[in-house]
Structure formats: C-alpha cells, structure tokens
C-alpha cells in the first residue's frame, strides 16, 4: 500500500506560479506511475498530467500543456506539479495518485491509490 500527501497548494494571482509536491510513503515508490488530477467545485476530477515509473515519459492535459510540468524524483519518493502561468480556471483541489500497473492513464479510475488533496486557487 502507498499513502500520499500533497502539499503546495495556496492563493496566486494569475499569471503567477506554484510547485505542488506529492510525498509517497509505504511500499516502492518506483513501482507506480503517478498521475496528478483536479476537481473544481460542482465538476468532476479532471487528468492534469502523468509520468512513468522512472520518468522517462510524461503526459499532459491540452488545458496545461506548455505551463505545467510533471516531475518525480524517486530517491525522494516524491512527484511534483510545477504550475506556470496560472489562470483563474486552474482553482480546483489538486490530488496526486499512484498506479500499479506503471502506464500514463488519464482516467481516476484507473489509479489504486489517493492523497487527501490541496487547494489551488487563482485569483483575477
């Protein structure tokens, strides 16, 4: 079992940036692709990005690409979101999440494991 926490999250304007951190704690965090979504008020958790197992591969969501970027540092058993150029459209709650079978899957459902989530919120 893997247990998760986010961290990072907070208040920016637009235009500004934040780094989202995801600590993995439990069994090797090597073994799992880790994937980062969003659910803002009212919708459904979104895919944001993803990255294989040793980070040899990422993805993006058309809404983030070229302003947001996934990285893992596995002797830290962390993955990181480096968010820029936000807009007001990026405020959700931002949640990390681990999969077993190591591909980059967009849908939650896929995913075996949940951190508790952070805010993001980004003002006008």
């Known amino acids: 079992q893997v247990q998760l926490v986010e961290s990072g999250g907070g208040l920016v304007q637009a235009g500004g940036s934040l780094r989202l951190s995801c600590a993995a704690s439990?069994?090797?965090?090597?073994?799992?692709?880790m994937g980062w979504f969003r659910q803002a008020p009212g919708k459904e958790r979104e895919y944001v990005a993803a990255?294989?197992?040793?980070?040899?591969?990422?993805d993006y969501a058309d809404s983030v690409k070229g302003r947001f970027t996934i990285s893992r540092d596995n002797a830290k058993n962390t993955v990181y979101l480096q968010m820029n150029s936000l807009k007001p459209e990026d405020t959700a709650v931002y949640y990390c999440?681990?999969?077993?079978?190591?591909?980059?899957?967009?849908?939650?459902?896929?995913?075996?494991?949940w951190g508790q989530g952070t805010q993001v919120t980004v003002s006008s």
């Open positions: 990255v294989t197992r040793v980070g040899e591969r990422t």
């Open positions: 999440a681990a999969d077993s079978e190591g591909w980059i899957l967009p849908h939650p459902d896929d995913y075996d494991y």
């Open positions: 439990g069994r090797a965090f090597s073994n799992y692709a």
